[in-house]
Nanobody, 117 residues
Framework: QVQLVESGGGLVQPGGSLRLSCAGS????????MTWYRQAPQKERELVAG????????NYADSVKGRFTISRDDAKKTVWLQMNSLKPEDTAVYYC??????????WGKGTLVTVSA
């Protein structure tokens, strides 16, 4: 049974930091590209950061470059999103995605991040 379980969300003040985790199971984690997406209220889901398989290349949305860092540990089957200098506009539900090829595309249920004073 494939599972992606996000954790680490919560309430944080502007300028603060959070570290999100996504633990995968039930699939060959190391061959999958891992991506964090987010969806704010009344907005479409958007890509935040991605990391290729085998610890390869990373990519970031312009809005988070220099503030967020994505990383992975294939032995632990976990991907992280370190979020620094958080802004109110970062408030969203953050989702973890694992993708290998067509038909092998999995999503977690999300974790809520709220940035507010």
């Amino acid at each position: 049974q494939v599972q992606l379980v996000e954790s680490g969300g919560g309430l944080v003040q502007p300028g603060g930091s959070l570290r999100l985790s996504c633990a995968g199971s039930g699939f060959t984690f190391k061959v999958y590209s891992m991506t964090w997406y987010r969806q704010a209220p009344q907005k479409e889901r958007e890509l935040v950061a991605g990391i290729a398989s085998a610890g390869g290349s990373t990519n970031y949305a312009d809005s988070v470059k220099g503030r967020f860092t994505i990383s992975r540990d294939d032995a632990k089957k976990t991907v992280w999103l370190q979020m620094n200098s958080l802004k109110p506009e970062d408030t969203a539900v953050y989702y973890c995605n694992a993708k290998w090829r067509s038909g092998f595309d999995y999503w977690g249920k999300g974790t809520l991040v709220t940035v507010s004073a």
